[in-house]
């Protein structure tokens, strides 16, 4: 309740004490009464005239203590709603701080693999110089980059193609952990709300390489490849 209802209720309250006595003096006069019957018929006239209005104040009060304990149970109820409110957004943050832990753990898991395939010997038993996966990309690079002919790559790019063989298995690893990886790193963006992270990068950049002979070979999605070409800083 506004305290300047208040103060209007006890100036009219005042006013009207002072009314009443002030008819006393004017039906009766200044000088107490002597005879009891007197100050009976004031006494009843007086309570009369206070109890409504001292039942009213009593009324105005318990209204006003009722508007106090509102005002403050809206304070704490807001109060409240701003704890629980911050709670539940530091617990988002901390799901969305373990579920990037999380999969940053995949992500290095997939490149510990993608790593120990590219280190695959893949060149006949026995030929000089042995030939890795690693080697083999390098190859793929040179030759798009500058032309030319390579008969080992071209060899590499066909027994890829031929069920069976362990270059097939190898590229057929190799584009699985490759899509893995883009699907990973996607949800790693959306967690940490950034695209182009620097670690998003990185790992981009290493598998971009890779691309090549997988291209090749016709072994990733038009999806995969044009997200590895949006992200690695290698493609632009």
């Given at each position: 309740m506004?305290?300047?209802i208040i103060r209007v209720a006890l100036a009219i309250a005042l006013i009207l004490i002072v009314g009443v006595v002030t008819a006393y003096i004017l039906q009766f006069g200044v000088v107490p009464a002597s005879e009891q019957g007197t100050w009976g018929q004031f006494g009843d006239y007086f309570a009369g005239l206070l109890n409504p209005l001292f039942a009213m104040l009593a009324f105005l009060a318990l209204i006003w203590s009722i508007s106090i304990q509102r005002e403050e149970l809206r304070r704490a109820s807001?109060?409240?709603s701003e704890q629980t409110s911050l709670a539940r957004k530091q617990l988002d943050e901390l799901a969305s701080d373990r579920l990037a832990q999380e999969l940053l753990h995949v992500i290095k898991e997939i490149d510990a693999r993608l790593d120990q395939v590219t280190r695959t010997v893949v060149s006949p038993e026995g030929s000089e110089p042995s030939l890795t996966v690693s080697l083999l990309v390098a190859e793929g690079e040179r030759l798009r980059a500058s032309g030319g002919h390579s008969a080992?790559?071209?060899?590499?790019?066909?027994?890829s193609q031929e069920k069976g063989t362990v270059v097939?298995?190898?590229?057929?690893?190799?584009?699985?952990?490759?899509?893995?990886?883009?699907?990973?790193?996607a949800q790693f963006s959306q967690v940490r709300?950034?695209?182009?992270?620097p670690l998003i990068?990185?790992?981009?950049?290493?598998?971009?390489r890779l691309l090549t002979p997988l291209e090749d070979v016709?072994?990733?999605?038009?999806?995969?490849?044009?997200?590895?070409?949006?992200?690695?800083?290698?493609?632009?």
């Open positions: 506004n305290s300047r807001e109060h409240l080992a790559y071209h060899q590499f790019v066909r027994l097939e298995a190898v590229v057929r690893e190799m584009t699985h952990l490759v899509a893995e990886m883009q699907d990973v790193l709300g950034s695209s182009y992270a990068v990185y790992y981009a950049n290493k598998v971009y016709h072994a990733i999605t038009c999806t995969v490849r044009e997200f590895y070409a949006t992200v690695s800083d290698k493609h632009h």
